[in-house]
C-alpha cells in the first residue's frame, strides 16, 4: 500500500500447488494495492485475484479516511492517518509539539505492544484509542512499553499520540537532523 516502506504483508508459497488463498485485513479505505513477486514466483503464476469478501459500512471501520503512509513494524502494520509524524522504516517519530493519529492492525493473534522512546528532553506525551487514555511524563531518552487496547471490533486499534515537547537532534548530537522530534514509537 506504500512502495516508499515496502511490503505491508509478505507470504511464502513455497511448497503450494495448484489454487493458494489467503485472507488479511485492510482495516482502512485503500484506493491501491500492489501485489509483487520474486521472478521464480511470477513465472510460476498464472493468475492472481484479489477480492473483497466484506467491507465494513463506515460506523464499523477503523478509519474513514485513506492513510498517509503505510509500514510493517515487526508483528504489526502501522497507517499514519493524519498529523506531524516522521515515518521512517523501523518505527515513527512524531513531532515534539505536535499529535498524530494512526490506526495499528496487528497480525492475528498478537497484541499490540507499542514501544515509545522519549526525544533527549523532558516530556509529556498521551496516548489516546476510544476510551483509553494514557498520559506519560517522561524523562529525556527514557523509553517504555505500553500495551495499547484493540478494538472491540478485533482488528486494531485508533491511536492518536500527542507530545508537549521535543528536540531538534542537530542541537543535542552530532547530526543534520533538524527536525523537532518528540517521541519514537514503534510495534513489537
Same mark, same amino acid.
Given at each position: 500500500m506504500d512502495r516508499e516502506f515496502g511490503p505491508a504483508w509478505a507470504w511464502s508459497l513455497e511448497g503450494a500447488r495448484g489454487w493458494w488463498r489467503h485472507t488479511f485485513v485492510v482495516p482502512v479505505p485503500a484506493r491501491v494495492?500492489? %501485489?509483487? @513477486?520474486?521472478? @521464480?514466483t511470477r513465472t510460476a503464476l498464472r493468475e492472481v485475484s484479489i477480492? @473483497?469478501?466484506? %467491507? !465494513?459500512g463506515h460506523q464499523h471501520r477503523l478509519a474513514t479516511e485513506e492513510a498517509r503512509h503505510v509500514v510493517r513494524y515487526r508483528a504489526a502494520v502501522v497507517f499514519l492517518m493524519s498529523g506531524h509524524a516522521?515515518? *521512517? !522504516? *523501523?518505527?515513527?517519530w512524531v513531532a515534539g509539539g505536535e499529535e498524530a493519529a494512526f490506526v495499528i492492525s496487528p497480525d492475528p493473534g498478537a497484541p499490540i505492544s507499542l514501544f515509545l522512546r #522519549?526525544? !533527549?528532553?523532558? #516530556?509529556? %506525551?498521551?496516548?489516546e484509542s476510544g476510551a483509553w487514555r494514557e498520559v506519560l511524563s517522561l524523562a529525556p531518552r527514557e523509553e517504555r512499553l505500553i500495551k495499547v487496547p484493540i478494538d472491540p471490533s478485533g482488528i486494531g486499534a +485508533?491511536? +492518536? %499520540?500527542a507530545t508537549t515537547a521535543g528536540a531538534r537532534p542537530a542541537d543535542v548530537e552530532q547530526s543534520d537532523d533538524r527536525r523537532l522530534l518528540g517521541c519514537w514509537i514503534e510495534t513489537r
Open positions: 494495492l500492489l %501485489v509483487d @513477486a520474486d521472478s @521464480a477480492r @473483497a469478501i466484506s %467491507v !465494513p516522521y515515518v *521512517e !522504516p *523501523e518505527g515513527t #522519549n526525544a !533527549p528532553v523532558a #516530556n509529556q %506525551v498521551t496516548l +485508533r491511536l +492518536r %499520540v
